[in-house]
Nanobody, 117 residues
């Protein structure tokens, strides 16, 4: 059974940092990524990374502040979030895109990130 399990969310003051982790079990993916959903808003893309390469992709809103990385040996992807803003407050979801699929379709349960001003 394929599972993605996130951890590392919490409450932090504006300007602070958090690191999210996502452990994948059951398979590896072509791409792994992070999305977020704020209250009353649609889920949005944050960042993604291919499993077999180092090129990374970011939403403009997080570029220069967030860093996505992965540890193949641990089958884990990370999201380092620095200079956090209250507008980063959301539930963050880890996602996997299988080779041949056109979109992310395996999702974790989500982890809450709250940034206070």
């Amino acid at each position: 059974q394929v599972q993605l399990v996130e951890s590392g969310g919490g409450l932090v003051q504006a300007g602070g940092s958090l690191r999210l982790s996502c452990a994948a079990s059951g398979r590896t993916f072509w791409f792994m990524g992070w999305f977020r959903q704020a209250p009353g808003k649609e889920r949005e893309f944050v960042a993604k990374i291919p499993w077999s390469a180092t090129t990374t992709y970011y939403a403009d809103s997080v570029k220069g502040r967030f860093t996505i990385s992965r540890d193949r040996a641990k089958n884990t992807v990370y999201l380092q979030m620095n200079s956090l803003k209250p507008t980063d407050t959301a539930v963050y979801y880890c996602a996997g895109q299988r080779n041949g699929d056109t979109q992310f379709n395996i999702w974790g349960q989500g982890t809450q990130v709250t940034v206070s001003s």
